[in-house]
């Protein structure tokens, strides 16, 4: 304990003391009183009790003043006075009452009304230079036969009552700083840490405090950043000035790398910047999200680059191999409405966990019912790439179309089954069509044939081989083993 809160503990017992001897000196059991002061001694004698008694009171370390019974002020000592604010010829005469503030006023009306019969304390504030003070009230009653009212002391407990506060402050602190989720980092003004939660050991692991904050947490920042190193962010707000929202990144740490800083001044009840606090958010979900979005804007970007390129030759081969508008017309269309089904189906799955088999039954869907005993689909779930998926949609489409009209689905009793071969180099589809008009190899090779056969062609290892077989056509298609993935049902 502090000689100041040592001071403060007995001034109770002091007051106590004081008001034992007024007690005394009222009811004639001292004729006489000795002072001792630093270096005298000082007898005051009991004749002539009025000045004797306010000789008395002005030797008090602490504020002392004899009230009326209305609470008139008869006298007060120059501590008292001070504690007031306020000299004796302002207030003396006049109700004590009139001159303390609201809610120091109403606690002393308490006391006083308690005290008429027995000794009363209460704790009040008041206001000195603008200051908040605390006060320790204790009144007794006052009476020497000719004048009757209240003895009334003051005890300052400013410094133990700011003393607690402080304490409690500092406890509470501690408690919000250790609750925090984010890291949280105090730093005296010279940026040497004080305090530190445990969230930042996901930041920078060891014992942090006592060390400066540019030394122990290793931070970089981007170069387009407003604040170049630590020591620039610590005297950046040291000197008053709240950041917020600065990133920066952590690379040696064992968890979180990438953080949103947050930091403000540290002050006191309005005194000067005593140091800052920082706060670390963890950033790096969010920075992994901004890179996966510009990877994809720029994956976008490409796909729809190449998308217009295959429309265009689309386009321009379907019209080198149709001699009227209408059938220009049915055979682009088709074949975009192809492209956008598989497009359609690749935004419905996010560009991922896309199967051979829902790429067939997308473009077998418009012209046969896949409960039809006709079809028939075996193993067809091996995951494949974007792609892969656009150009085995464009190559089942050519083949769907053609079954349709000359095939085995343009007669009733016509099937059609599809099935899959792994292999070393590539997914082996086979394509097989059976029951209907018995096949002949057209004479011209139209553009349909062209997409079969070329289609996969990106990758050596890619391609389709078309066999115009009399029972039915026949297709053997291989997709390179890149572009494919393990059965999605089983993952």
Known sequence: MSDADKAASRRPDISNEAEETLRAIREGEVDA??????????????????????????????????????????????????????PLSEFQGGSLLDN??????QTMAGLL??????????????????????????????DTGIVSGFALTLTDLTDRVRAEKSSASERAASAIIASANEAVVVCDKDGRITHVNVAISAIQEGDLVGKLFQ????????PSSSIASSDDLISTVVGGSALQGIEARAPEAPHVQDVLISAAPLTHEGEAISGCVITMVDFSERKIAERQQLLLMGELDHRVKNTLALVLSISSRTLSNEDTLEGFQKSFSGRIQALAATHNLLAKKAWADLTVGDIVSTELAPFISLDNNRVQLEQLDMGITPRAAIALGLTIHELTTNAVKYGALSAENGKLRLSVEPGPEFLRLDWVESGGPQ???????????TVIGKSLQYSSKGGADLDFHPDGVRCSIRIPIEDVVEPLKHR
């Open 33 to 86: 009183l000795v002072i001792r002061r630093s270096t005298t001694e000082e007898v005051f004698s009991l004749q002539g009790w009025d000045d004797s008694y306010r000789a008395f009171m002005e030797t008090m370390d602490h504020g002392a003043a004899a009230l009326g019974a209305h609470a008139e002020v008869l006298y007060a000592n120059d501590v008292f006075c001070r504690f007031l604010g306020k």
């Open 100 to 105: 303390l503030p609201a809610t120091a006023r």
């Open 113 to 142: 009304k308690i005290a008429r019969t027995e000794k009363q304390t209460a704790q009040i504030s008041l206001k000195h230079e603008g200051e908040e003070q605390f006060f320790l009230a204790s009144a007794a009653p006052f």
């Open 215 to 222: 030394d122990a947490v290793k931070l970089t920042f981007p």
């Open 439 to 449: 096949v002949k190899e057209p004479h011209r090779k139209g553009f349909g044939r």
